[in-house]
């Protein structure tokens, strides 16, 4: 077994520097891909409506996951025949938790409270990952 003394941090070698160059530009598109998608356009329901209409259903006291077709028909005010892929909310409750504080939103100002949310963690994770790299 290595005592403290004995460890000594990892160097860098050429294949970490090439996965560097390669994981910056990939953040970089994808960081940009995201900026494109807020603000969100007028009418566009995206992933995180479940999280957000869970959040409205619990703090206007009804069912967290009841029928997500007609929540989401109330709170976008759909009209009838529109398409929806999902029938119940399929997000789990630890992620609906999470949103809750964005309840008291409108759904544009939520999704990019969880765009923002979801950066923060992203950055956190980059952190912790090159900070064990050395």
């Known amino acids: ?6 460890f000594s941090p990892k160097r860098w070698g050429p294949l970490h520097v090439l996965e560097l160059c390669i994981a910056v530009p ?12 807020v603000p969100l356009k007028e009418g566009a ?29 109330r709170e976008f005010k759909l009209k009838e025949g529109a398409p929806l892929v999902l029938n119940v909310n399929a997000h789990p409750p630890t992620s609906v938790l999470l949103a809750l504080p964005l309840g008291r939103f409108d759904y544009p100002t939520a999704h990019l409270g969880i765009n923002i949310a979801s950066l923060v963690a992203f950055v956190s994770a980059m952190v912790l990952i090159l900070g064990q790299c050395g």
Do not use: H, T
């Open 45 to 73: 329901i995206v992933d995180s409506s479940q999280e957000w209409i869970a959040a409205r259903n619990f703090r206007e006291g009804r069912p967290i996951y009841g029928n997500y077709r007609a929540d989401v028909k």
């Open 1 to 6: 077994m290595e005592s403290e003394a004995d």
């Open 26 to 37: 990939v953040c970089l598109v994808c960081g940009y891909a995201l900026a494109l998608r």
